[in-house]
């Protein structure tokens, strides 16, 4: 199932990025991100954001794709709190599965 996902930062932005694309590889070896580029926050008050997109085909489930993006999540340290806090060290959302769009992504 074709994939596409989007990876943003805004706390240590570089590291964070690296650090998630090189734990995506991990479970996604054929996983290919764009250039990263810099965007200002929407909806937030923040440093600006570092982001980018991956694309992967994979035959996990839906399901099993979201639970293991938030475990990426949870491994680096994010947690709710921080986004509260305008702090974001890494945010990956699943824009599309398959045919379907999951997620919009606001900042392309």
């Avoid at 964070?16 to 250039?35: G, H, M, P, W």
């Avoid at 599309?96 to 606001?106: A, H, L, P, S, T």
């Amino acid at each position: 199932m074709k994939t596409v996902i989007a990876l943003g930062s805004n706390f240590n932005q570089t590291e964070n990025i690296s650090k998630a694309q090189a734990l995506l590889k991990q479970y996604f070896k054929d996983v290919r991100f764009t250039e990263a580029q810099c965007t200002e926050p929407i909806g937030i008050e923040s440093d600006n954001f570092l982001n980018c997109i991956g694309t992967f085909e994979t035959t996990w489930t839906l399901t099993q794709v979201q639970q293991c993006l938030k475990e990426v999540e949870k491994s680096m340290g994010d947690s709710h709190e921080n986004h509260q806090q305008g702090k974001v060290l890494i945010d990956i959302d699943l824009a599309q599965y398959g045919g379907k769009i999951v997620k919009e992504i606001i900042w392309l």
